[in-house]
């Protein structure tokens, strides 16, 4: 019975080697645990966020997919012909249910499974993960429409081309997991290989922490051709330490920091140009005001990869660069990479 709380994975460098792995590609899309008992279903998101009635058309098509009663892992992706689409994800979570019908039928969602953990009444969560996989694959059909069957390798050196060859079409890297590895909720038990690069990006703001007396996020920018500084994502994940020296560090850059600053007049276009002031569409209420500083420094940051001119996750703070100047950080040095054909794995 929901809510069941998905496996995760701990990070590594590269694609792990050894007997008993088996290998997946790690799709960038909403986590999803989908039970089903008979006309009944629900999906759950891995924060126990209830998902259903975001996704009232994918609701329908797993009625008609799926066995009368079970429990499956996957993952809510979009599919368009460059790739997945996490932007156009996010604008599903709508709280206006005409808002949805419309989204559901212009940007209709498709479901990609993984993991099995209960069928009929019988729960497989102590049942080794080859066993499920072998099950999952037993209630699936390639004729299904938008739900469909992650593929699965033994061969590292296949994982590696996948973690190459579909960056481009919006996959976050690859998962590896143990072939007798139970279905463990909430613990980090498998693997993610995640893709990494690094940027320098002009430091043009910041947020307070949540404690109110330190930095919880920098706020980062690039110029484009036309020399517009855009604001491209955040970078976090600062030890409590760090988070007070910056405190400090930042002090002389917030003064007059709105004379001249390029997004002085953020609110005025804000549907127009990525600003560092929209919602949170995740934490709805979250407070996401922030402090300008003068675009005077420039930090280098370590990303994963690039969606929208945006980096798609936050990015992590490496070093600050004293010998760059904010003109220089410029979107042409990211590796964006070219989107990979999808058909391979989302047959028509």
Same mark, same amino acid.
């Given at each position: 019975m929901p809510p069941v709380k998905p496996m995760l994975a701990k990070a590594v460098h590269e694609v792990p080697h050894g007997p008993g792995l088996s290998y997946e590609p790690k799709w960038d899309g909403f986590r999803c645990v989908v039970f089903r008992d008979g006309a009944e279903i629900e999906l759950g998101s891995r924060n126990d966020r209830p998902l259903t009635r975001y996704f009232p058309e994918l609701a329908e098509l797993l009625l008609a997919a799926l066995p009368d009663?079970? &429990?499956v892992d996957g993952e809510v992706v979009i599919v368009t012909e460059s790739g997945l689409d996490f932007e156009s994800l996010q604008l599903r979570l709508h709280p206006a249910a005409s808002r949805v019908r419309k989204l559901a039928a212009e940007t209709?969602?498709?479901f990609v499974a993984f993991d099995l953990l209960a069928l009929g009444d019988e729960s497989l969560m102590d049942t080794p993960f080859a066993e499920r996989r072998r099950r999952l694959e037993g209630i699936l059909s390639d004729s299904l429409g938008r739900v469909h069957l992650t593929p699965v390798t033994a061969d590292p050196k296949v994982a590696e081309d996948w973690f190459t060859r579909f960056e481009g079409a919006g996959f976050?890297? &690859?998962?590896?997991k143990p072939t007798d590895l139970p279905y463990e909720p909430d613990k980090r038990v498998m693997w993610k290989v995640k893709h990494e690069r690094t940027a320098d990006c002009v430091v043009a703001g910041?947020?307070?922490?949540k404690d109110g007396e330190s930095v919880g996020s920098l706020l980062l920018g690039l110029f484009d051709d036309d020399g517009v500084m855009h604001h491209v994502g955040v970078a976090t994940s600062f030890t409590a330490a760090r $988070? $007070?020296?910056?405190v400090d560090e930042l002090a002389p850059l917030r003064e007059n920091a709105l004379e001249g600053h390029p997004w002085r007049s953020w609110a005025e276009y804000r549907t127009e140009m990525r600003t560092p002031g929209a919602y949170s569409r995740w934490a709805v209420g979250k407070d996401l005001s922030w402090e300008p500083l003068r675009p005077e420094w420039v930090a280098e940051v370590r990303y994963e990869h690039v969606q929208g001119g945006r980096f798609r996750h936050g990015s992590r703070l490496v070093r600050f660069r004293p010998d760059r100047t904010p003109e220089s950080c410029t979107y042409a040095q990211?590796?964006?990479v070219a989107p990979a054909e999808l058909k391979t794995l989302f047959p028509e």
């Open positions: 009663k079970c &429990v209709p969602a498709s976050d890297g &690859v998962m590896a910041f947020r307070w922490h $988070r $007070r020296e910056l990211l590796d964006q």
